[in-house]
């Protein structure tokens, strides 16, 4: 009966299963996840780490040898983490964004990398919580100063040259455009390509346009 009533519904059950056998530490407190090509990557705000668990043969194990954290003296608390999608030569495996807004280069064969990020002009950091990338733009969301931040990437990362892959200060994402909706409520965003979706706390989506910059 209760398959042919998923035939009726349009309804297809799925079996879960947990990603790889045992647990992951009492300690670990997972509060975001994001897969980058076959790996997975788990994100604990409280520990102010990342974990990576990756397919083999016989499942997912757990990479012990992943470094990508605040164990660094020169990295604040990780608050939110993004895959990569911007081509760069040295390969990072995703991205981190620090309280103090700044990013950090995660790999899976070296210890992370700390890449500068040009604050905003005047108005500086409030508190950026999250960050997503679409090719070789990256977004920041500042929820508490009601602003969303866009950085060009110029170039590649090479940690023997003193460059940064973001130069410029970033662009106010809505600039021109009078109709903007407030930021300040949103938990997450995410693009595909030419909408930037928002989600907000009450659990509604708002889909924005680009509509042009003025530098911020």
């Known amino acids: 009966i209760t398959h042919n009533l ?3 519904d349009g309804i297809s059950r799925q079996v879960y299963q947990p990603i790889i056998a045992g647990d992951l530490g009492e300690d670990l407190h997972i509060d975001q996840l994001v897969t980058s090509g076959k ?6 705000k409280a520990q102010s780490k990342v974990i990576r668990v990756f397919k083999t ?6 990479d012990p040898d992943f ?4 164990a660094s003296q020169d990295v604040e608390q990780l608050v939110d983490i993004a895959p990569v999608t911007f081509i760069d030569e040295s390969h990072p495996s995703i ?3 620090d309280t103090s807004g700044n990013l950090i280069w995660c790999y899976t064969n ?3 990398a700390l890449i500068d990020l040009a604050p ?4 500086g950091w409030n508190s950026p919580t999250q960050i ?8 920041v969301l500042d929820a508490p100063a009601n602003a969303i931040w866009l950085y060009t990437k110029h170039g590649r990362y090479d940690e023997s040259l003193p460059d940064t892959p973001f130069p410029d200060a970033p662009h106010f994402y809505f600039g021109i455009t009078e109709k903007r909706p407030s930021v300040i409520d949103v938990l997450d965003f995410s693009i595909d390509r030419e909408p930037l979706y928002l989600l907000k706390a009450d659990g509604s989506v708002v889909s924005c346009y680009f509509a042009g910059y003025d530098v911020g």
């Open 57 to 62: 043969a016989t499942g997912y194990e757990l």
């Open 67 to 70: 470094q990508c954290s605040s």
């Open 95 to 97: 991205v981190a964004l």
């Open 39 to 44: 790996d997975v990557y788990a994100l604990d």
């Open 120 to 123: 905003p002009s005047g108005a």
């Open 132 to 139: 997503t990338s679409f090719e070789n733009y990256l977004y």
């Open 110 to 112: 070296r210890s992370h």
């Open 6 to 8: 998923d035939i009726l």
